[in-house]
């Protein structure tokens, strides 16, 4: 069956930083996107960053850009987000995804095909 699972979320002060991973199982994700969405409580699922399978091409959503990176590791089946110079306005559940493909823009969250259960990032002020 096929998983995605996160880890590395958890409380920071602002300016902090935190390492999120998404171990992928159960299949290849052999030419899926990966992305990260977040959802705070009363907002919608918001798109964060993606990757491409070969891990060649990124988008960000503007408000990360310069803060957070997201890398692969095709040999562990791994996705990350490196979340840098952390805000209160972070504070989100996070969670990573798969989509089959890459589209101009980025797919919104209900075309990605496969979704983690999601990891706390909370940021305190």
């Known amino acids: 069956q096929e998983q995605l699972v996160e880890s590395g979320g958890g409380l920071v002060q602002a300016g902090g930083s935190l390492r999120l991973s998404c171990a992928a199982s159960g299949r290849t994700f052999s030419g899926y996107t990966m992305g990260w969405f977040r959802q705070a409580p009363g907002n919608e699922r918001e798109f964060v960053a993606r990757i491409s399978w070969t891990g060649g091409s990124t988008d960000y959503v503007d408000s990360v850009k310069g803060r957070f990176t997201i890398s692969r590791d095709t040999a562990k089946n791994t996705v990350y987000l490196q979340v840098n110079s952390l805000k209160p306005e972070d504070t989100a559940v996070y969670y990573c995804?798969?989509?089959?493909?890459?589209?101009?823009?980025?797919?919104?969250?209900?075309?990605?095909?496969?979704w983690g259960q999601g990891t706390q990032v909370t940021v305190s002020s």
């Open positions: 995804a798969a989509d089959l493909g890459w589209g101009t823009p980025p797919a919104p969250w209900w075309e990605y095909d496969y």
